[in-house]
């Protein structure tokens, strides 16, 4: 039986919130996926706030993961602490609130879910995070088993992809909300895919108005990110995994645009 997982890329501002409030149910419907992650770190542009990972969750997401600006918005805390349904790195200190990995029941069986956040040209604050993401598997007993990498180096996504092969079911890539054209399964059958992108707006610089990146790289006086308006975007991911094993038999780009016939 094939277990349908749709990953989605990171949800940036108010244009990214709306987005996923009007396609994520719809491109559920359309694709038969049975398990909905999405990146969420970015749906206040820097952080996330309760009430938006309900509106995610209510979208249709089954699990929010979280990236380097998971405590941006510091009133997440008690939620990430109430909540197994956002995770935060798991290669965080041990004190940090919230989890960094789940296991979830879906009708194919339970699914684990790992959030990693990368160091390269990051804060290397964190952990070490393939020897963590080495304990976890070691402390978890299921087939299927999703891991998301938050990293800016795409060698240090590869290289996490390459050494969890055959052991994981999938693995993707965000923070940079570029997307990718890499999506495959890799020799041993983990499906895998460097950045899925970003959800939010279409015309700007990873979600940000043009003219703000502009100003900042002219090195201009600095001013406040604010997102971009326009059209809109929602790129994902949707990999397919045979419950039986637990690896990839296919990876594809399932994106969503403004452009495309209207979503309801």
């Known amino acids: 039986m094939d277990f349908k997982v749709l990953a989605v890329g990171d949800v940036v501002g108010g244009p990214g919130m709306e987005r996923v409030r009007r396609s994520l149910r719809w491109l559920k419907r359309k694709t038969g996926a049975d398990f909905v992650v999405v990146n969420g770190e970015n749906a206040s542009v820097v952080g996330i706030t309760p009430q938006q990972a309900e509106d995610i969750l209510d979208a249709g997401a089954d699990v929010i993961t979280m990236g380097n600006h998971t405590f941006a918005k510091r009133e997440i805390v008690p939620y990430m602490d109430d909540s197994a349904r956002i995770l935060r790195p798991a290669n965080y200190a041990p ?28 804060d290397y604050t964190p952990d070490n995070p393939f020897l963590q993401v080495e304990k976890i598997l070691k402390e978890i007993d299921t087939k299927l088993i999703l891991v998301e990498l938050h990293a800016e180096a795409t060698s240090e996504k590869l290289a996490m992809g390459y050494m969890l092969d055959g052991r994981i079911s999938a ?27 970003m959800t939010g707006p279409k015309h700007s610089v990873l979600g940000i108005r043009p003219e703000l990146s ?26 397919t995994i045979d419950s039986r094993t637990g690896l990839c038999r296919k990876v594809e780009r399932v994106d969503v645009c403004d452009e495309d016939p209207t979503h309801s």
């Open 95 to 122: 004190q940090a609130p919230g989890v960094g990995y789940g296991i979830y029941e879906t009708n194919c069986g339970p699914v684990a879910v790992i959030d990693l956040q990368g160091r390269v040209n990051m």
């Open 171 to 197: 693995l993707w890539g965000t923070h940079t909300h570029v997307p990718t054209a890499d999506a495959q399964v890799l020799p041993k059958g983990t499906g895998y895919v460097t950045d899925l992108g």
């Open 214 to 239: 502009i100003a900042k790289f002219k090195g201009d006086l600095p001013e406040r990110y604010r997102w971009a308006d326009g059209p809109t975007k929602l790129e994902a991911v949707l990999f």
